[in-house]
């Protein structure tokens, strides 16, 4: 389309790309995470080290990325007393099994810019402003709740757009 003349920004092509190639592209392309391990000693370390606390399958509930894998692991590596050698091999398992996957018709309110917060999501710009500037003085956010603490950002807007953010 761009070669048509339409006018997209970067970061909008992008989420364009990743929306057809997810929706659209051929299915061998399209990464499957598993529902279900497979047999082996992956399985092993994680039934040895996880289901004390977890039900065998409710990691594969959840995508994260490669840090946020490894922040979740060194926590409860911890937890479970596992050796090195077990949390690498069930890190890289889980990093390359259970990616997370950004959903191009969400704004990434963790990476998005002042001005598509504010068209994206409906919220004025001095707003859209204030959130970009608190996630810059406080780090990301965890979950659309987050947003809410933020004075001077109508919380009825960040309720009636939290189903359209990710983070």
Request: hydrophobic share 40%; glycine share 6%.
């Amino acid at each position: 389309m761009t070669a048509k003349g339409a006018v997209v920004s970067k970061q909008d092509f992008h989420a364009i790309v990743v929306y057809l190639a997810k929706n659209f592209g051929a299915e061998e392309a399209k990464p499957a995470a598993p529902s279900v391990m497979p047999e082996g000693e992956v399985k092993q370390v994680i039934l040895k080290m996880c289901v004390g606390c977890h039900q065998p399958d409710h990691f594969t509930k959840y995508h994260h990325t490669r840090d946020e894998w490894q922040a979740i692991l060194a926590r409860m590596g911890q937890r479970a007393n596992a050796s090195s050698q077990d949390v690498d091999i069930i890190f890289n398992y889980l990093s390359a099994n259970y990616p997370k996957i950004e959903d191009a018709t969400k704004v990434n309110v963790n990476k998005a810019s002042a001005r598509d917060i504010e068209a994206r999501l409906g919220f004025t710009t001095k707003e859209a402003e204030t959130i970009v500037q608190y996630r810059n003085d406080h780090g990301d956010f965890r979950d659309w709740g987050e947003v809410l603490v933020i004075y001077s950002v109508d919380g009825k807007k960040v309720d009636a757009a939290h189903e359209r953010m990710s983070f």
